[in-house]
């Protein structure tokens, strides 16, 4: 199981960290454009590997694609982080060339790989991937639900004041602050509804901090957070290359699930060794579904800022 990892900064490293110390992957290379910075990345990271007893063997390389060549799959981390007081919307000038050469990049020495977006703004990001690529929708796949469901459930555990383990719950919709949905209604504490347990009036506290949980960390960080982005794609690279079949709230290319059309947006789906196994359709509330289709019209206005 080779997985290449485009951009090794602070996302990109992490991503790395986190697949190494699970050690299910052979071999993990980090693509970055400035000289030397991907090659002393790998070589800091492998010298924990006897610390954190892990055998997988992770490279860099200064913008040589060939390094990349047979890879499983391939995360895109590359483009300008956010600052404060930027959206992940102000970034699609830049970011969209960027990851429009790696993606063309990638599958030029690894046509049958399976392809992560992170870059911002992600959902975008994910549509010009299955627009400029041609290669089948469940290769490629936003990651953006993941986190921002990890977000989710570590604000419902403090809400809640209960051991995170006790927690689940899912975010939909864009992966923005105004476009996330996430499901308070099926949101639970050991399969008890957490309404049981909370107001209504901490459950909106808990909605509206899960939606800026990037903002909050971009301000008090000077730029985007990069632990749980690199954990969250770990568990999607995980799912894959293990072909675990678990569910993940992800950036998947719609075609008429949910009432949506030629967009990408968060869906729960099934990660498995080929990509995106199935896409899970839920009921939702009347709503839960307003607030999906309003998530979705701002992403399509969003992608009507590409130059496809």
């Known amino acids: ?165 006790d927690v689940d719950g899912m975010v939909i919709g864009g992966h923005s602050d105004k476009g996330m949905v996430p499901l308070t209604r099926l949101a639970t504490r050991n399969s008890i509804p957490v309404s049981e347990f909370i107001s209504e009036e901490r459950l909106a506290q808990v909605m509206q901090d899960t939606k800026v949980g990037g903002a909050t960390l971009t301000g008090l960080l000077g730029t985007s957070a990069w632990y749980a982005p690199g954990a969250a794609v770990s568990g999607m690279v995980q799912a894959i290359a293990c072909d675990t079949k678990k569910i993940f709230p992800c950036s998947t290319l719609l075609e008429g699930e949910y009432g949506l059309n030629d967009l990408c947006i968060g869906v729960p789906v099934v990660l498995g060794k080929n990509g995106i196994e199935k896409i899970v359709e839920i009921n939702l509330s009347d709503a839960e579904k307003a607030h999906l289709v309003a998530s979705a019209e701002g992403v399509t206005k969003t992608n009507g800022l590409l130059e496809l």
Do not use: W
């Open 1 to 165: 199981m080779k997985v290449t990892i485009v951009g090794a900064g602070a996302v990109g490293a992490s991503c790395a960290e986190y697949i190494a110390i699970k050690d299910f992957a052979s071999e993990v290379v980090i693509l970055d454009i400035k000289e030397g910075f991907a090659e002393g990345k790998a070589m800091d990271l492998m010298q924990t590997a006897s610390l954190n007893g892990f055998d997988t063997k992770i490279s860099g390389s200064t913008n040589d694609y060939s390094k990349t060549a047979n890879s499983d799959i391939c995360v895109i981390t590359s483009g300008i982080p956010r600052k404060p007081g930027m959206t992940r919307e102000e970034l699609i000038g830049i970011n969209a060339g960027i990851v429009k050469m790696v993606s063309a990049s990638l599958i030029e020495h690894s046509p049958n790989t399976i392809i992560i977006v992170v870059s911002n703004p992600m959902d975008t990001m994910t549509y010009l991937v299955h627009k400029t690529t041609g290669i089948p929708k469940n290769r490629i796949i936003g990651m953006g639900g993941a986190l921002d469901s990890a977000r989710f459930k570590y604000r419902l555990a403090e809400a809640l004041g209960a051991p995170i383990s």
